[in-house]
C-alpha cells in the first residue's frame, strides 16, 4: 500500500479515543459464557451479560444445537427466497408468531438488521416515524435509510409525543417506534400510554423487546405483556441473541401483510443469508424452554430484587425500574472504570458506562442479573461492591 495517509489520520484518531477514556479494550473469555466465567485466567462471577436466564449454554440448547446440526447440516449458502428456506425457519417463524399472539414472523441473522429493513420498506416521504430520543442504534440507522418525516420525541414523554403526533396529522401514516426496554436505565417505555394515544391519532405501534423478549412478563413475552398491551402493539422486533440462548438471529412479528411485504422488500432479508440450520434448531429448543420458564422468572426477579436491595442498603444510588438491569450511579467516568477494575479484583465482572453512551456526568456500572446466578453469588457480588464502595468513599451515609 503505497498511500499511508488513512493509517495515520486513524492512528491520530485512536490515540485521541485513548487519551480521552473513550477507547474499548476487550476483555478476553476463555470459557463458555455463563453465571460464572474465566477471564484472564482466573474465574469470575458475570454481572454485564444479556444472559437474563442464563440460557445461553443450557445443556437443553447445547444439544438441540447438536441435533440441529446433524438433521439439518450447518449452512444454507442462499438467502431465503432462493433455496435458504429450510421446514425449520417456517416451524421456528410460526412458533414465534403463535408465542407472541401475532399473524406472521420474519427471520432475519439479527435484530440489528431486522430494525435495519423494517422502515424502508413500508414508509415513504408521505408517512412520519415518531422515535424516542433514546432509541436504540439499529432503530436510527434503520430510520435513517427511511425517506419518512423523522419525529423524535424526549425519553418517554407522552406529552412531547402526542405534541409531535399532532405535527406529524398531515401525513399517510404515523408510525410510533420505541425500545420496550431501555438497556441503559432499564426502564420499560410507557407503552399503556403510547396505545392510547395511537388510537387517538390513528398511528401504528412498534417496539424493539430485545432486552425484554424471554424474561418480562408472567409468560416471557416482554414488555408489552407487562404493560397489558401486546395484542395493541402492530409490530414487535427482537433478538435470539439475548434471554432467547444468546446465539445470534432476530425478527420481526406482526401483521400477516406487514410481514409478507417485508419478506419481498427488506433488504437485509432479500441480501442476506439464511439464519444457520443448528441456530434456528436450537432458537425452537430455547423458545420451549421459555414458554415453560416461569420458575426461572421468578428466580430471576428474587435475584434482582435481593441485588437491589442490597446495594441500596449499602448505600448506592440505583435508578429505580422494574427489569434485571441496574444501573449504579456514579456520575464520574472515571471513577466507574476504576470501580469496575476493583470490581473485577474480587472476582465481579462488571462495565463502567459513561459519555457518550450515557449522558455526560451520568457514568454507572451497569449491573444485569441472571436467574442462573446463585445466592452466594448475589451475595458476594453485594460484599464487593460494598467492600470498594467504601474504599473509593461513594456510599451515602
Ligand atoms: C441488542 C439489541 C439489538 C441488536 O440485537 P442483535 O440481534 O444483537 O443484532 C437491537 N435493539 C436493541 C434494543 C438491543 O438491545
Known amino acids: 500500500m503505497s498511500d499511508q495517509r488513512i493509517s495515520d489520520y486513524l492512528r ?3 490515540s485521541d479515543l485513548k487519551s480521552r477514556g473513550l477507547y474499548k479494550s476487550e476483555r478476553t473469555i476463555t470459557s463458555p459464557q455463563h453465571a460464572a466465567i474465566q477471564v484472564n485466567g482466573r474465574e469470575v462471577i458475570n454481572f ?8 445461553a449454554n443450557h445443556p437443553q440448547v447445547v444439544a438441540a444445537a447438536h441435533e ?7 449452512g444454507l449458502a442462499s438467502v431465503r427466497f432462493i433455496c435458504g428456506t429450510q421446514d425449520l ?3 421456528l417463524e410460526a412458533r414465534i408468531s403463535r408465542f407472541f399472539g401475532k399473524e406472521d414472523t420474519i427471520l432475519y441473522t439479527s435484530c440489528f438488521d431486522a430494525n435495519g429493513g423494517l422502515f424502508e420498506p413500508l414508509l415513504t416521504e408521505e408517512d412520519a416515524i415518531l422515535s424516542d430520543a433514546l432509541n436504540h442504534a439499529s432503530i436510527i440507522d434503520g430510520v435513517r435509510l427511511c425517506k419518512a418525516k423523522r419525529f423524535r420525541y424526549a425519553h ?4 412531547d409525543l402526542e405534541k409531535q403526533l399532532q405535527d406529524a396529522s398531515g401525513c399517510r401514516f404515523r408510525m410510533i417506534f420505541t425500545d420496550s426496554v431501555f438497556s441503559m436505565d432499564g426502564d420499560i417505555a410507557n407503552l399503556a400510554a403510547i396505545c392510547e394515544l395511537a388510537d387517538k391519532y390513528d398511528a401504528i405501534v412498534g417496539i424493539d423487546d430485545c432486552h425484554g423478549t424471554g424474561h418480562l412478563g408472567d409468560g416471557g413475552r416482554g414488555g408489552a405483556e407487562v404493560a397489558g398491551v401486546l395484542d395493541r402493539i402492530d409490530i414487535i422486533t427482537s433478538t435470539l441473541g439475548k434471554t432467547w440462548g444468546g446465539g445470534s438471529g432476530g425478527f420481526t412479528t406482526g401483521r400477516a401483510e406487514v410481514i409478507d411485504w417485508l419478506r419481498n422488500r427488506s433488504r437485509p432479508y432479500l441480501f442476506s443469508n439464511s439464519v444457520p440450520p443448528p441456530l434456528a434448531y436450537a432458537a425452537l429448543s430455547t423458545l420451549d424452554l421459555i414458554e415453560s420458564g416461569q420458575a426461572m422468572r421468578q428466580r430471576l426477579q428474587a435475584n434482582t430484587k435481593r441485588m437491589r436491595a442490597g446495594l441500596e442498603g449499602a448505600g448506592f444510588t440505583i435508578k429505580p425500574g422494574p427489569t434485571p438491569i441496574l444501573p449504579v450511579m456514579l456520575g464520574d467516568a472515571a471513577l466507574a472504570s476504576k470501580m469496575a477494575d476493583r470490581l473485577l479484583e474480587h472476582g465481579i465482572y462488571v462495565i463502567g458506562f459513561s459519555y457518550p453512551v450515557v449522558p455526560q456526568g451520568q457514568a454507572r456500572i451497569r449491573l444485569q442479573v441472571s436467574a442462573a446466578h ?5 451475595e458476594h ?3 464487593s461492591f460494598t467492600a470498594v464502595g467504601q474504599e473509593l468513599g461513594i456510599l451515602r451515609q
Request: with cysteine.
Open 12 to 14: 491520530t484518531q485512536i
Open 48 to 55: 454485564c451479560a444479556n444472559n437474563y436466564l442464563g440460557l
Open 68 to 74: 440441529g446440526l446433524e438433521k439439518h447440516g450447518f
Open 89 to 91: 425457519h417456517k416451524t
Open 156 to 159: 418517554n414523554d407522552m406529552a
Open 374 to 378: 446463585s445466592d452466594a453469588q448475589i
Open 381 to 383: 457480588a453485594i460484599a
